[in-house]
Structure formats: structure tokens, C-alpha cells
């Protein structure tokens, strides 16, 4: 039972993976060959090895299970970092959150002191981390790289592809401790837990408003 999952990028609450390394296109500003091409999502990767693992993430095959939510991963690295979420190793010492990893902690609390130091050179909006600057240029570029491989719906980032995918699924591997409701998606646990806690952890950092979800205080700002 998953009682202490949370990711904190603004978009998705999974745990990043190799595929969402140096190795693909997303920086092949660096002018190193990228020979192999991926014929799903069309990203281009240096080695036959790092295809191969990033191809896992389209078919669902050999990926490895965790033994007390059940979530499942396409890389061993990715469920070793997830299983800090359970053991409490990285904990914001201002609301409790759990994280998957030290730099993941240190994005987290932006989230309690307003820090955005990432800057799109386009509109000049700012980010948290540089992954979601990342995410975000995709707005102008138009490039969505995920496809599903049951309706094709595309999408900017691949964990908003594995939340889509259990609509197709009915999986809903995020179950709540207090209530055994289940989602699919972990920040919709992450938001239905502040019914039972009436925590209030995400502030405006201009009028010092609080909100019991992230997408409240999206609307709000």
C-alpha cells in the first residue's frame, strides 16, 4: 500500500528514468552522434543499448515491480530511487513529504520558499527545475515525443503517458491508507490525502494564501 508517494515536479509525480537523461534528443545540442532512432517517439539515443532500454518504456516488457505498492518501472535505478519514497530517506522537514532523492528534496522545498530559478528564453516564464523548463519549451516547439501505443494520443512528457495508459489499463496502483480509495495518477492521492489531513502545503508566494492542492493554487496565481 503506497502511503507516502510524491514526485515534485508540477506535471507528474513519477520518477524520472534513463530515458529521461543526457542521451537523447533533448540535448543533442552536445554534437554527439545519435545513430539509433527509436521508431515510437522518434527520439535518437548514441548507443544500441540505451534504444533498447528506452523501448521498454513503449511496450511494457521487463519492467521491475515494487514489493508494497505494486508501481512498476522500467529500470532497476528508477525502482531503487522510488523505494526511498517507502523508507522516508529524503523528508521535507516543513510538511513531510517524502522524495525519491536528494536533488528531488531540494526541488521540493522551491515549493515552500517560492524559488523559480529557471528561465524560458522564449516568454520568460520561470521553473522550479530544469526539467520543467524543459517540458515547457515543448509548448513552442510543439513537440510531443510520448505516444500511446493503444489510441496514439501524444504528450510532452512520459509520465503523463504512464498515467494515461492505466485509462486504458484500470490500473490504480495508489491506494489511501486512511479510506482505501485507489488513483491512478499519484498526485490525485496526493491531493485527495488533504481531505483527511486538512493540510494546506502548497503558498502563494506573493499574498501567503494557502491551498490544499497544487492545482488551486495554479488558478490562483
Given at each position: 500500500?503506497?502511503?507516502?508517494?510524491y514526485y515534485t515536479g508540477e506535471s507528474s509525480c513519477e520518477v524520472k528514468t534513463e530515458a529521461d537523461s543526457s542521451d537523447h534528443t533533448e540535448h543533442s545540442h552536445d554534437g554527439k552522434p545519435r545513430p539509433y532512432l527509436c521508431t515510437v517517439c522518434h527520439k535518437r539515443f548514441r548507443?544500441?543499448?540505451n534504444l533498447t532500454a528506452h523501448s521498454?518504456?513503449?511496450?511494457?516488457?521487463?519492467?521491475?515491480?515494487?514489493?508494497?505498492?505494486?508501481?512498476?518501472?522500467?529500470?532497476?535505478?528508477?525502482?531503487?530511487?522510488h523505494m526511498n519514497i517507502h523508507m522516508g530517506k529524503y523528508k521535507c522537514t516543513e510538511c513531510g513529504r517524502?522524495?525519491?532523492?536528494?536533488?528531488?528534496?531540494?526541488?521540493?522545498?522551491?515549493?515552500?520558499?517560492?524559488?523559480?530559478?529557471?528561465?524560458?528564453?522564449?516568454?520568460?516564464?520561470?521553473?522550479?527545475?530544469?526539467?520543467?523548463?524543459?517540458v515547457?519549451?515543448?509548448?513552442?516547439?510543439?513537440?510531443?515525443?510520448?505516444?500511446?501505443?493503444?489510441?496514439?494520443?501524444?504528450?510532452?512528457?512520459?509520465?503523463?503517458?504512464?498515467?494515461?495508459?492505466?485509462?486504458?489499463?484500470?490500473?490504480?496502483p495508489?491506494?489511501?491508507g486512511v479510506c482505501d480509495k485507489a488513483f491512478n495518477r499519484c498526485e490525485y492521492?496526493?491531493?485527495?490525502?488533504?481531505?483527511h489531513t486538512g493540510e494546506?502545503?502548497?503558498k502563494c508566494s506573493l499574498c501567503n494564501n494557502s491551498f490544499s492542492r497544487l492545482s488551486n493554487l495554479r488558478q490562483h496565481n
Open positions: 500500500m503506497l502511503t507516502c508517494a548507443s544500441k543499448h521498454r518504456l513503449h511496450n511494457g516488457e521487463n519492467w521491475y515491480t515494487c514489493s508494497q505498492c505494486g508501481e512498476r518501472f522500467p529500470f532497476k535505478s528508477a525502482l531503487y530511487q517524502c522524495c525519491h532523492s536528494k536533488q528531488n528534496l531540494a526541488e521540493h522545498k522551491r515549493h515552500h520558499s517560492g524559488e523559480k530559478p529557471f528561465e524560458c528564453s522564449v516568454c520568460s516564464k520561470r521553473f522550479r527545475t530544469s526539467y520543467l523548463l524543459v515547457h519549451s515543448r509548448i513552442h516547439s510543439g513537440d510531443k515525443p510520448y505516444k500511446c501505443h493503444v489510441c496514439d494520443k501524444t504528450f510532452t512528457q512520459n509520465g503523463s503517458l504512464k498515467g494515461h495508459l492505466r485509462v486504458h489499463t484500470g490500473e490504480k495508489y491506494k489511501c492521492l496526493s491531493d485527495h490525502m488533504t481531505v494546506k502545503p502548497y
